[in-house]
């Protein structure tokens, strides 16, 4: 079977940095529900569709392909009164809100004194990867999936 819209397609991958640094990888096989549902990159799709199992795909992927520019304004000092204290370290993260009400993951960065920096960027956001999979399985999704715009497990999909 080939890959096509409302196809459920399964691979085992891996993100590289333009290093060659592993970011990303799966050791187990992951699936998405394959048709413009935002399950994956949208280059990465368009680059599968049509493939079967056993292709293999090796994309290079821009900032605006992959997480985005790295936006400075995302960037923020706050004072440390603003945390609890006993749960402030590096590497948190919190959601918070940007000007338009979106949601926006922030991880602290840097914590100085009594200021605290946060990061609403991605943590590769800015950078070119390298996409690299193999289709291990491709099948027809189910109705309830196309309608939930996402696949559901073995047992299938409880809310």
């Known amino acids: 079977m080939q890959i096509a819209m409302n196809t459920v397609v399964t691979m085992t991958y891996e993100l590289l940095n ?3 640094e592993t970011l990303e ?5 992951v699936s998405y529900l ?5 399950n994956i990159f949208p280059r990465v799709e368009e680059e599968l569709h049509g493939k079967s199992v056993g ?3 090796a994309i290079s992927l ?5 997480y985005g520019e790295y936006d ?4 923020q000092i706050e004072p440390a009164s603003a945390f609890p204290a006993e749960d402030l370290v590096l590497g948190m993260q919190f959601e918070g809100e940007d000007e338009t009400g979106d949601i926006v993951l ?7 004194d009594d200021k605290v920096v946060v990061d609403g960027n991605h943590p590769w956001a800015g950078e070119r990867v390298l996409f690299k999979c193999t289709v291990t399985n491709v099948r027809s999704a189910s109705k309830e999936e196309v309608e ?11 809310h």
């Open 18 to 20: 333009s290093e060659g």
């Open 25 to 29: 990888s799966s050791s187990e096989p």
């Open 34 to 38: 394959h048709g413009g549902y935002d």
């Open 55 to 57: 292709d293999s795909v």
């Open 62 to 66: 821009e900032p605006a392909d992959a």
């Open 72 to 75: 400075e304004e995302l960037v």
């Open 106 to 112: 922030y991880t602290v960065t840097d914590i100085e």
């Open 148 to 158: 939930h715009s996402h696949v559901h497990g073995a047992d299938g999909h409880h």
